[in-house]
């Protein structure tokens, strides 16, 4: 079946440690995206990546970096620099022409420690 | 003043009952209207979408735009225990490039 595996389900970090977050789909998709989704905020925008080799900052990219080497791999890593990364983060992805598309990851829980 | 707003509720209604939720937006250049539904734990699966304004229906659901008044609604009939997840409004702009802006999301139980 086609679809976006994220892993791992639940990530615990130490102060100061970066962490790396998967995700990869087989949906052939163009675009994929970081969200972060806090209680009562709805979900906030973190990096995306339209092509290979090539992405973009959103809303909320200080503190968090992300790579697209392949097309269905688009990995984010927590920095230390990221002052509150306690939150649940969501993959996605979608076709690059349609509005609609967007597929997503059942999400990682990080919680710092 | 965010994009999106949205109620966060949490909103608790007896099974059978009607449910309305709503988002209201202040970008007049959104296009594409979209509602997700979200269960604990889990990420969001696109429940409805329209373009621009208008109703939608889709079997229990229906899905409205008034973009006149920059305000979605969607309405669950008969609304069921498995209807118990979050709601999340997004819209977007023309073009595929165009972020996905949503709103807080609405926490809403069905009571049997």
């Known amino acids: 079946d086609g679809g976006i595996t994220q892993s791992p389900k639940y990530l615990f970090r130490k102060e100061g440690q970066n962490v790396t977050l998967s995700c990869e789909q087989n949906?052939?998709?163009?675009?994929m995206y970081w969200y972060r989704q806090d209680p009562g905020q709805g979900l906030r925008l973190i990096y995306y990546?339209?092509?290979?080799?090539?992405?973009q900052k959103g809303d909320i990219a200080e503190g968090y970096s992300v790579s697209r080497e392949k097309k269905e791999s688009f990995p984010l890593t927590v920095t230390s620099a990221q002052k509150n990364p306690t939150a649940f983060y969501l993959c996605?992805?979608?076709?690059?022409?349609?509005?609609?598309?967007?597929?997503f990851g059942s999400g990682t829980r990080l919680t710092v420690v | 003043q965010k994009e999106v707003e949205q109620d966060p509720g949490p909103l608790s209604v007896p099974e059978g009952a009607i449910v309305s939720l709503n988002c209201t937006y202040s970008?007049?250049?959104?296009?594409?209207f979209m509602w997700y539904r979200q269960y604990s734990r889990k990420g969001p699966e696109l429940l409805m979408y329209?373009?621009?304004?208008g109703n939608k229906e889709d079997g229990r659901f229906t899905a409205q735009v008034d973009k006149s008044s920059k305000y979605i609604s969607l309405f669950i009939r008969d609304s069921q225990p498995s209807d118990s997840a979050t709601y999340l409004c997004?819209?977007?702009?023309?073009?595929?490039?165009?972020?996905?802006?949503f709103g807080q999301g609405t926490r809403l139980t069905i009571n049997p």
């Open positions: 996605a992805s979608k076709q690059g022409s349609g509005n609609y598309g967007y597929t």
């Open positions: 949906l052939n998709h163009d675009a």
């Open positions: 990546s339209q092509i290979v080799n090539d992405f």
């Open positions: 970008n007049s250049a959104f296009q594409y």
């Open positions: 329209t373009y621009s304004s």
């Open positions: 997004a819209m977007s702009g023309v073009g595929g490039a165009q972020k996905l802006v």
